[in-house]
């Protein structure tokens, strides 16, 4: 049985296409985003789509994406289901690591919802630095969306973030989940540049959005309380319907008071039963 001390790994090729969607069409009930990422992932030089080779056949697949000074991303790991449990996945995760390491990166981080990756993880010394759950709340017509800052706001907007109820539960984060970057006055001014920051009434609450996974605005992080909160949720619903989009989704730690704003906001669990969880490790 071909084991981890067998495997070599080269970048995806193009011609790989068919045998790495053959091998995701197992995953998450074939709702895998693989598929869907494959094409600019594969043209991607800013970044090491790997595939893991076993005598000549691609059983794994991984990304280790650069995305702000010395950071890099680690996603899209999957191991063929006929090749699981013979430590392909371990093997590869620690030459990930080992490639960060010597190509001088201080932290690698992901996101992950799965249990067997949670252990992988946290087995291999990465910290949990935040979990999320999902809230999700429907568009609605006939209201005013909520005001886009100016990135030079920023300075003064990080001082409401930091010093909101709540924000410790973010573990100095903004849980993008595809890419978590500190939460400070830098970062609010880069996602401004972006377009993806709204402010409720009188600058009294902030949501940080990040790029949307399908057809909907979605939220990585709130800040402020009450009704400023509420009529900012509410304005991210009526600009929702306003841009032809189904719904808001909030990522938000459990726990954390803004729940009670969400939900008298019309917000419910999108999935009460898992969440995500971003880790980090020092290299
Ligand atoms: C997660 C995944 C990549 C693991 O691949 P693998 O090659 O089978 O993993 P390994 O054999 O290297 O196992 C490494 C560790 O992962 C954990 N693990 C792997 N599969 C597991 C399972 N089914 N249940 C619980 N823990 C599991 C264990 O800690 C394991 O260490 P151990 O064997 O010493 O107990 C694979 O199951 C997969 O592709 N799953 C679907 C996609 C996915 O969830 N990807 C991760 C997204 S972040």
Redesign the pocket.
Known sequence: MAT?EDLTLRPVRPADEARVLELTRD??EGRDYIPRVFDRWVSDAGAEFQAAEVDGVVV?VQRIRPYAPGLVWY?G???ASS?????????MLEAAIEEARQQGFREMR???R????V??FE?ASFRRMVEVKWWRGLRVEGGEPARIPDPSEASRLWSLVAASPGIERYGGLVPDLDGAREHDATEIERLATQGLVRVGPGGRAVALLREPWGQNIAVSLLAGGGGALRELLMALRFEADADGLRHVTVNLPPGHPAEEDLKASGYDFADAERSAYIYALIL
Do not use: C, F, K, M
């Open positions: 981890a995953v998450w794994g996603e790991l999957r191991v090749h699981r449990r013979r430590g392909i996945a371990r093997a992901l996101a992950t799965d249990q067997p990756a252990n992988l087995s």
